[in-house]
């Protein structure tokens, strides 16, 4: 539960088991992850990941966001510090912002020609939404309609996202 801005759990649910039945009990059937790996993440640094047993597991899904510099590391932890206590607005979907601004700028500069044949596209917070944005950019640019994809590739799970994969396992009807 949630007090004071701080989580907290239930002491006497310590095993992954009974995390992933509470997880079950709140969450839809669509979830894929915790089925292939049964366990609750307790704490993460780096490319390791603790679960509440305390057994410690190299991160090989990078975090899903934290690849380049793995879990909590203390350049990113400070600047997060620093952006979540500076008043700045953090959501605002595609208006403009001066960091926003000034990320652009910094951006378009390391461009060849200083970025002026180029224009950024800010797709949604997930990868799924980077794909349906490349689709619709490549079918709008081309004229045509069909795209290919690689095989066992994983897109995202949104729609557009799925129809490029041959992994039929997505696809499947969630269980009940």
């Not at 079950?24 to 993440?41: D, G």
């Not at 307790?42 to 090989?60: F, I, M, Q, R, S």
Request: net charge neutral; proline share 6%; charged share 15%.
């Amino acid at each position: 539960m949630l007090n004071d801005g701080v989580l907290h759990s239930n002491p006497l649910q310590k095993t992954n088991a009974d995390y992933l039945a509470r997880q079950s009990k709140f969450e839809s059937n669509v979830r894929s992850y915790p089925r292939k790996l049964p366990l609750a993440i307790a704490k993460a640094h780096g490319v390791w990941v603790t679960d509440v047993e305390g057994n410690t597991y190299l991160d090989c899904l990078a975090g899903a966001g934290t690849l380049a510099l793995g879990h909590n590391h203390p350049a990113i932890m400070a600047s997060l510090d620093s952006f979540l206590t500076s008043g700045l607005p953090m959501h605002t979907l595609d208006l403009t912002t001066v960091v926003k601004d000034a990320f652009s700028e910094t951006l378009l500069s390391l461009l060849p020609n200083q970025g002026r044949d180029y224009c950024l596209q800010f797709c949604g917070p997930s990868g799924a939404d980077a794909v349906e944005a490349a689709l619709k950019l490549a079918k709008t640019y081309t004229g045509r309609s069909n795209v290919i994809s690689f095989s066992g590739a994983y897109h995202g799970m949104t729609h557009g996202a799925l129809a490029l994969t041959g992994n039929t396992g997505p696809k499947m009807p969630s269980p009940a």
